[in-house]
């Protein structure tokens, strides 16, 4: 039998621009997926255009790199803003941070499971936008198909409530305005911190008595899936939800986890590099660390199938998101699968709302939010915190309050790099390898691995150049 | 899902005020909705965050069809929205083409449109094996469109993508085509605002438009017995012309709360928009106490207006610098 080749072009239920191309082959009888590439879709040059603003801009302007994870990025850069500054935001602030930028993790969770994921095992309802959909492999009974789609309705409320309290010290949602470096402008009026309170009560109740029951149900239909989608196993967190005003500790902290196996391994953002051999860009800059990163673009280049870099830690393809945070965290170590990602990430929704419950009780009413502080003259910093689908880094240097260089490394870029010059493959595409194909008209298992990595292209920053329609 | 055209009916009448609807608005897009030949609606991403597709989600209301869905199930075609279609791939594609060629669908682009490289830097789909730049797509699509809405300011001016360097050359819908288009700015587009639209072209209601392609009756309202458009800051509550309660206006963040936030870069003065108490809002019984009624915007939370809306967004000027405008 001839291999497959066939392309995914838009992958759908995601953030941004995806196509995947696949070869499928029968190995050991076993139809399944040979090769792969994971390719972004669209270039919009973010470090490029905030060249030259003012460097209290970059929480604003990075926002709106992502309209799912904004409130990640307003931190990283509020991070790297602080750090600049030298000043830590008072407790008040740093709280204030980490309820909006929780409600997003929460809004975001809740999003990909019921949204984004979850069309991949059930059946939608029979119109536009659900059809025409595949009708392969559906395991789930008429009276648990009515349970998921009432919660699906249901989720949709609750997500947005999510942004609701969000935006109570957010101002609006999505890109939030009120993250600067210092803290934020925001202050935690009494009405305001109940009003947060209530909301977030509702969303924990949906989250421990639909979302994880609902993720337990899909992972008991769809046990084989925690065979399935394994890829390298090497996990990897920045950390994030600073427990302290100076960010000594945190509710996540970063590590790395080898092969998913052993100790969880100090992480040392000095070890990071962006790999560019299979990427158009010019390999006199290959192996950087971002803080000295440059983006020369050369295309055509021979050997090039993405505009995607490879970032790389000594070397060596990590996979990012709530399963890394969860394992190094030491909350969820029961495996590295499809079904893993989406129980671990329910799991840790639960845990950050009931942190957030704690935080915002901590909270004293219209207490001061901001610490004082003038841009120095030339400072390079960085901020790293974790997005919900994984760690994000900001490297900045300053000179004279304006931004002279701006690197940013995405979870979706960890997630979804192309190979590297020792030709070993992105995470996702590890992932995939393998993976059977039972029809490959209708690819649903390639699809519910790259949904179980929740990629949000919008992030990364690159584009493939490939075929192009004739105007 | 018993979701019917008759319950968003019950839903519009419920929210008539927030859609802008009077009673023959309303039996008006009875009759349109009623239609079953109701026109398709799709919805391309280019340039984009998708956080207009994310702010679209947060579409309210807590009495009768609640969410976006039930508008999506109950009122609109939706037959194209990559974020949240089942389908992928080919058949989504192809489905797309379908509904092209017949022609009469609303078509509404979130992003704007990069031009470099031959609008390489952006591609919107493939269909067997051939890619379409979202270029090639919106130069398409528009030809064929009833009506363009372009939700959001990238696709409205640009937006963010076209700011600084502009290094994929990022430009606006209309800007790009010569067409007319209804422009819905914000970053995101309010999604209210968006519903408004696609329900005035569902009941064929003339839209007038300001000289930046967007509606006056959301982006141009005169205060009573105003000779111009109300800005922001004409409305505003720190602002104390209006409220001469109002504190002295904040010169640092370190004592801003509840003041006039102009020094410290509020672009207000020059944005007209409709934006005050008008986001993430919790709606409520109107007897619940004030803990339950949220209504949020940015300078309630003590943040200076961006200028969002407007096609000078972001410009080269700090935020955070008394805007010259």
């Excluded at chain 1, 935080?359 to 004082?372: F, K, N």
Aim: hydrophobic share 40%; proline share 7%; glycine share 10%.
């Amino acid at each position: 039998m001839p291999v497959i080749v066939a392309s995914i072009d838009p992958v759908t239920r995601i953030e941004g621009h995806l196509k995947v191309n696949i070869e499928v082959d029968a190995v050991g009888g076993v139809q399944q997926i040979t090769n792969v590439q994971t390719v972004g879709t669209l270039f919009r040059g973010f470090e490029k255009l905030l060249e030259g603003r003012d460097s209290r801009d970059a929480p604003i302007i990075t926002s709106r790199i992502c309209g799912v994870c904004p409130t990640s990025h307003a931190m990283a850069a509020a991070l790297a803003l602080d750090a600049q500054a030298g000043v830590n935001p008072p407790t008040a602030g740093r709280i204030l941070r980490n309820l909006v930028h929780g409600a997003c993790f929460l809004e975001s969770h809740i999003l990909h499971f019921y949204l984004l994921s979850l069309p991949d095992f059930i059946q939608g309802p029979g119109m536009p936008p659900w059809t025409p959909g595949w009708e392969m492999d559906k395991r789930v009974d008429s009276t648990a198909q009515d349970k998921f789609l009432a919660h699906y309705l249901e989720a949709i409320v609750l997500r947005r409530r999510c942004h609701e309290i969000g935006a109570l010290f957010g101002g609006k949602l999505p890109h939030t305005p009120t993250f600067i470096g210092g803290g934020v402008t925001a202050v935690p009026a009494a009405d305001k911190i109940a009003a947060f309170q209530a909301g977030l009560s509702e969303i924990l109740a949906f989250i421990a008595d639909r979302y994880i029951p609902d993720a337990e149900r899909l992972a008991s239909l769809y046990n084989d899936y925690f065979l399935i989608g394994r890829g390298y196993g090497n996990l990897l967190a920045y950390g994030a939800f600073e427990l302290d005003n100076a960010g000594a500790t945190k509710l996540f902290g970063s590590g790395r986890v080898v092969n998913g196996a052993g100790s969880v391994q100090p992480m040392a953002a000095t070890a990071i590099t962006e790999n560019v051999t299979h990427a158009w860009y010019s390999d006199a800059y290959n192996n950087l660390n971002p803080a000295s990163g440059e983006t020369a673009m050369q295309t055509p280049k021979a050997g090039a199938y993405s505009w995607l870099k490879a970032p790389r830690y000594s070397g060596a393809p990590y996979e990012v998101g709530p399963l890394a945070r969860m394992w190094v965290a030491g909350d969820y170590r029961n495996g590295v699968s499809v079904m893993d990602r989406i129980r671990a990430r329910a799991y840790e929704a639960l845990k950050i709302a009931r942190a957030m419950q704690s935080w915002a009780a901590e909270l004293t009413p219209d207490a001061s939010t901001y610490s004082t502080w003038a841009a120095p003259a030339n400072a390079t910093t960085q901020g790293l915190t974790e997005a919900p689908r994984g760690a994000l880094g900001h490297w900045t240097r300053a000179a004279a309050g304006r931004i002279g260089q701006y690197q940013i490394i995405t979870p979706t870029c960890w997630n979804i790099s192309p190979r590297d010059s020792a030709e070993q493959l992105g995470p996702l595409e590890k992932a995939l390898m393998g993976t059977p194909v039972a029809d490959a008209n209708q690819p649903v298992e390639v699809l519910r691995v790259i949904h179980s990595v929740d990629p949000c292209l919008d992030c990364a920053t690159h584009v493939m150049k490939a075929r192009r329609r004739a105007v | 899902m018993a979701i019917t055209r008759r319950s968003f009916m019950k839903y519009c009448g419920l929210a008539a005020g927030a859609l802008g609807l009077d009673s023959t608005g309303l039996g008006l897009l009875q009759k349109a909705l009623a239609n079953p030949l109701a026109p398709s609606v799709i919805w391309l991403q280019g340039a984009a965050c998708a956080g207009c597709s994310v702010s679209l989600l947060n579409r309210i209301s807590d009495a009768g069809p609640a969410t976006v869905t039930e508008v999506l199930t109950g009122a609109i075609n939706l037959v194209y929205h990559t974020t949240l279609m089942t389908p992928a791939g080919d058949p989504a594609v192809a489905e797309l083409r379908r509904v092209y060629e017949n022609g009469s669908y609303v078509l509404v682009l979130e992003g704007g449109v990069p031009t470099a490289a031959g609008g390489a830097t952006c591609i919107a789909h493939s269909l067997h094996g051939e890619e379409t730049t979202f270029q090639q797509a919106v130069q398409e699509m528009t030809a064929r469109a009833l009506a363009t809405v372009c939700v959001g300011t990238c696709s409205s001016f640009g937006g963010i993508p076209a700011s600084g360097s502009n290094p994929t050359s990022v430009v606006g819908v209309s800007q790009l085509t010569g067409r007319p288009t209804i422009n819905i700015s914000g970053c995101p587009a309010n999604p209210d605002w968006v519903v408004w639209a696609v329900v005035q072209l569902l009941t064929g209601t003339p839209v007038d438009l300001d000289s930046d392609g967007r509606p006056t009756a959301l982006y141009g309202t005169n205060l009573a017995g105003a000779v111009a458009p109300a800005t922001l800051h004409d409305k505003c509550p720190r602002n104390r012309d209006v409220n001469p309660n109002a504190p002295t206006a904040a010169t640092s963040f370190d004592n801003c709360n509840g003041r006039c936030l102009l020094d410290l870069g509020c672009r207000g003065p020059v944005v007209k928009s409709r934006c005050d108490g008008c986001w993430n809002i919790k709606a409520a019984d109107p007897t619940d106490p004030p803990s339950e009624r949220w209504r949020n915007w940015c300078v309630g939370a003590n943040a200076p207006c961006q200028g969002c809306v407007e096609k000078t967004f972001p410009g080269p000027q700090s935020f955070f610098e008394f805007y010259e405008g």
